[in-house]
């Protein structure tokens, strides 16, 4: 079997169905500015606010090259951290879409979306999944934990004004905890202030040290959106799903990105 370094997967995923994983990062360590307390990678041992390449466009072509014939949805940019991190995301989603077919999506902790030219990367993709787990800078810094260069303001007004010239699908995902269960009403305003074309009603399964909300728990938030974001569709990660029966190319490699290889 081939080795690859920088792709990974595909996996059947709640929000992109069969998802083949681009990790423009994929250093042994996690590259990011957050520190979310639910983290399945583990802590953040060294944050950086600095944009580098840490992968040449060419070589994550060359393994796209060798990929068996599979059925997959999504290209997904994601991995160990911050995926606009990468300096050269852009050229990637370019030369990915003259050589792949399937939608294009990022997942992004939101955190450099103030930043221009990221909003003008991201706007070259099909889907992007923002997280927004806080709802105030005090539950930004007590969640996500970010680098010092990190403000909620930024973060939310960068969303927003991505959102005004996108037209892909923009997802907000919420990840609620016991951090943040008695802040419902300010998840919606937010929510109807960006005017998302989904939000996400999440919990984390994946393995880590907090403990997630059950199902009932969280199919009741979900119902608090669909009341009050008319407008806005509302999915979970409760919700029932059919996956496609698809492979892994790596399972050692797919654990080392997300903590499980099943979604």
């Avoid at 060798?66 to 999504?74: A, G, K, Q």
């Amino acid at each position: 079997m081939l080795k690859y370094r920088y792709i990974y997967g595909p996996v059947p995923s709640w929000r992109l169905g069969s998802s083949l994983g681009i990790d423009l990062l994929s250093q042994e360590e996690k590259i990011c500015n957050f520190d979310c307390v639910y983290c399945q990678l583990g802590p953040t041992k060294k944050y950086t606010f600095e944009r580098k390449t840490y992968v040449p466009v060419e070589k994550v072509i060359e393994e796209l090259g060798e990929l068996p014939e599979t059925n997959i949805d999504y290209i997904t940019f994601s991995g160990r951290g911050e995926p606009t991190l990468a300096a050269n995301l852009g050229e990637a989603i370019k030369a990915v879409k003259l050589v792949r077919k399937e939608t294009i999506a990022v997942l992004t902790n939101g955190s450099l979306m103030g930043v221009d030219e990221v909003r003008k990367e991201l706007i070259l993709t099909d889907f992007v999944v923002a997280k927004l787990d806080a709802c105030s800078p005090e539950s930004l810094q007590e969640i996500n934990r970010p680098a010092k260069e990190i403000e909620f303001g930024s973060i939310l007004e960068g969303i927003k004004e991505f959102k005004k010239g996108y037209h892909g699908k923009l997802a907000l995902q919420i990840m609620f905890i016991e951090n943040n269960k008695e802040e419902i009403n300010k998840y919606i305003y937010l929510a109807n202030y960006i005017k998302p074309d989904e939000v996400q009603v999440n919990t984390p399964l994946r393995p880590c040290n907090v403990k997630p909300f059950v199902k009932e728990d969280i199919f009741k938030i979900k119902n608090y959106f669909i009341s009050a974001c008319k407008e806005i569709n509302v999915v979970s990660v409760y919700d029932e799903r059919t996956f496609k029966d698809i492979a892994s190319i790596s399972d050692e490699d797919t654990l080392k990105r997300r903590g499980k290889v099943k979604s």
